[in-house]
């Protein structure tokens, strides 16, 4: 049929690239913290705003309110897809952590990946939340379990990795 198929190589070795992904996994939990704040402070600020709203039209405008969590629902998906796949490769709480998420073979994300990715995470962190945890603990890149489903890694960022290698070769 003339199909090929090319299976490319990680790109990122924690033997030879051990600065790639020295202190990723708790960095990784503060950012996760950081853009879980910036999602639901978005959620809470609406849900006032809708409030007040209620109020000013006499209650006619309560029934926003039950827009309020799919609406939370598709604002994390932009959230996460637009950081993701923005020239970092990370969301907000990730730039602070100096962390960034990539393709298993060193690609730099992009929107469908980094929305996929927030819908892997959620949905087994649903099903089996110390698992996806433990697992982290158990491989030297540290990727979670939805890293391995969706086919990312993630590492520190070029400039966190050029100062551990720094201090870590003088």
């Known amino acids: 049929m003339g199909v090929t198929v090319e299976i490319k190589p990680h790109a990122y070795d924690p033997a030879l690239n051990w600065e790639r992904f ?23 600020l609406a849900t006032v705003i809708i409030i007040v709203f209620g109020f000013v039209t006499l209650g006619l405008g309560w029934w926003l309110l039950s827009l309020v969590y799919p609406g939370t629902v598709i ?29 298993w073979y060193g690609a730099p994300c992009y929107f469908v990946l980094g929305a996929a990715h927030a819908i892997v995470f959620y949905v087994t962190m649903t099903a089996l939340t110390p698992l996806v945890l433990i697992i982290g603990l158990l491989n030297a890149r540290q990727r979670l379990l939805h890293d391995f489903v969706v086919g990312t890694v993630v590492i520190n960022n070029a400039r966190r990795a050029a100062s551990l290698h720094a201090l870590g070769s003088a």
């Open 75 to 103: 604002w994390a998906l932009v959230y996460y897809g637009s950081t993701l796949g923005g020239p970092a490769s990370a969301t907000i709480g990730m730039r602070v952590m100096e962390i960034e998420m990539r393709t």
């Open 22 to 44: 020295d202190g990723v996994l708790p960095r990784r939990l503060l950012a996760f913290a950081i853009d879980a704040a910036i999602i639901f402070a978005a959620a809470a």
